[in-house]
């Protein structure tokens, strides 16, 4: 017999990537992401979460602990200016949109996996920089560190004022000398008069985190048939 509450699951995780894919889209093209998207998604998805706890395939004090850890991660992310407010929004989201369980240890904390899955894509973002960087030839004065030189070319990029003006929204100008930039990333700073320096990336954290998601819900549906193939 058809089970409805058995597709329930599939369909929360369809429509909570449809809402991060959609919010990475607009973190993408312009590093901000309206709160409607996050507030549609969420009035969406609670009702099916709710059918999902009267059916008993949620464990409720899991669920809960997991919230509350998402939450404090996010105060203390926030008090300390470590990523955005979109970012620390999405994962507060997903924390919500996606109940953990003790099936495996990809799904006991999400949020976690989905972060760490997005950490190593963001490797990908970090070898562009340095590939932008190595084709312009980019330049340091002659005082800079070794390290500061290293840590410019995987997180800043050398451009122009007219790349600068296209997509200020992509860049926070930065001396690659001075090892605060490191941790005012998200800050405003002067723009520099000259033709070329350097800027601090912005990284679309949101885009990564639903392209994270949804090689979550392949990995959680390939172990699922691969457990019942198995069995």
């Not at 464990?59 to 809960?64: F, G, H, I, N, R």
């Not at 989201?93 to 997005?118: C, D, H, M, Q, W």
């Not at 500061?148 to 930065?174: F, G, H, N, Q």
Request: hydrophobic fraction near 50%; aromatic fraction near 14%; avoid cysteine.
């Amino acid at each position: 017999m058809f089970n409805i509450f058995a597709l329930l699951p599939l369909i929360r995780r369809l429509i909570a990537f449809s809402t991060l894919m959609l919010a990475g889209f607009t973190d993408y093209q312009s590093r901000e992401v309206d709160d409607k998207v996050w507030i549609i998604g969420s009035l969406i998805i609670a009702p099916l979460l709710l059918l999902e706890f009267l059916s008993e395939t949620i464990q409720l004090v899991l669920y809960a602990v997991s919230i509350i850890t998402i939450l404090l991660v996010a105060i203390l992310a926030l008090k300390f200016k470590l990523v955005g407010e979109a970012d620390i929004i999405a994962l507060i989201f997903i924390s919500f949109a996606e109940p953990p369980s003790l099936r495996n240890i990809l799904t006991l904390v999400p949020p976690a996996t989905i972060v760490i899955l997005a950490g190593i894509l963001s490797m990908g973002y970090i070898a562009y920089n340095v590939y932008y960087n190595w084709r312009n030839r980019a330049t340091f004065p002659e005082r800079t560190p070794l390290y500061l030189k290293i840590i410019a070319y995987m997180t800043m990029r050398m451009i122009t004022s007219r790349e600068y003006e296209e997509k200020r929204y992509m860049y926070t100008p930065a001396n690659p000398l001075d090892p605060s930039f490191i941790t005012k990333m998200n800050q405003s700073m002067e723009t520099p008069t000259t033709e070329k320096f350097w800027a601090v990336v912005l990284l679309p954290y949101v885009t990564l985190l639903a392209i994270a998601f949804l090689i979550y819900i392949v990995l959680y549906y390939s172990y699922t048939f691969t457990f019942f193939s198995k069995g």
